[in-house]
């Protein structure tokens, strides 16, 4: 079946730097989510996308933007990168929003080493 | 606000033993709760879960009991196996979908 894809899987980017994150959610889900998960730290919910609007924003820093495009897939983009910025980014994508409980898929996320 | 705790980690058994890994949550209204756990360098996966209160989500012989007297989701596992090792996270979700997630257990089960 299937699943959520991350890419790149890893990525090493220098202090300043920008960096893209891409989020290819399941087949008809219309529903995704950003999480950060810090070395040893429980993931932090970002920012959410329903149909294409943003549903919900989280710990993002203004430093970090995100969309969700026509074909539902995602991009986390970040400038100006710290090293405090260093994490594994989740996506996660499920249908529907709102109080519409289904079950949301992770991805296997984007290991970010800023240096 | 809406959060989760854990019982705090490493947590090490033999293989066969009980396991319980402790979660409560604070949260207005009636939550949906989760556990989901996590392999080394891989994503998360959704373990169990239950949205109502007296529920009891099941999987894989995990179970957690959905106790709204005592705001409390603990994971259960009668005989862990080495490959149960992995941290656990229990988790939230109110309007909107998002996971709020408790900051995870690791647990190691030794042969």
């Known amino acids: 079946a299937a699943g959520v894809i991350q890419s790149p899987r890893h990525l090493i980017k220098e202090k300043r730097e920008t960096a893209t994150l891409k989020c290819y959610p399941i087949?008809?889900?219309?529903?995704v989510y950003w999480y950060q998960q810090g070395p040893g730290q429980d993931p932090q919910f970002l920012i959410s996308?329903?149909?294409?609007?943003?549903?919900d924003k989280g710990s993002i820093p203004d430093r970090f933007s995100a969309q969700q495009f026509s074909d539902y897939h995602s991009e986390l983009n970040m400038s100006s990168l710290e090293l405090g910025d260093s994490a594994l980014y989740f996506c996660?994508?499920?249908?529907?929003?709102?109080?519409?409980?289904?079950?949301?898929?992770f991805g296997q996320g984007t290991r970010l080493t800023v240096v | 606000g809406n959060s989760v705790t854990q019982m705090e980690g490493p947590v090490t058994l033999s293989e066969e033993a009980f396991l319980t890994i402790n979660c409560t949550y604070t949260?207005?209204?009636?939550?949906?709760l989760f556990w989901y756990v996590q392999y080394p360098g891989e994503g998360l996966q959704l373990l169990l879960k239950?949205?109502?209160?007296?529920d009891k989500g099941s999987n894989k012989g995990f179970e957690a009991t959905y106790r709204k007297e005592t705001t409390s989701f603990h994971l259960e596992k009668g005989s862990v196996q080495v490959s149960d090792s992995a941290v656990y996270f229990c988790?939230?979700?109110?309007?909107?979908?998002?996971?709020?997630f408790g900051q995870g257990t690791e647990l190691s089960v030794k042969p």
């Open positions: 996660a994508s499920r249908v529907g929003s709102g109080q519409d409980l289904t079950e949301a898929f």
């Open positions: 087949p008809r889900h219309d529903t």
């Open positions: 996308f329903y149909e294409k609007m943003q549903s």
């Open positions: 949260a207005t209204g009636y939550p949906s």
């Open positions: 239950a949205t109502k209160a007296d």
């Open positions: 988790a939230l979700s109110r309007s909107g979908g998002k996971l709020i």
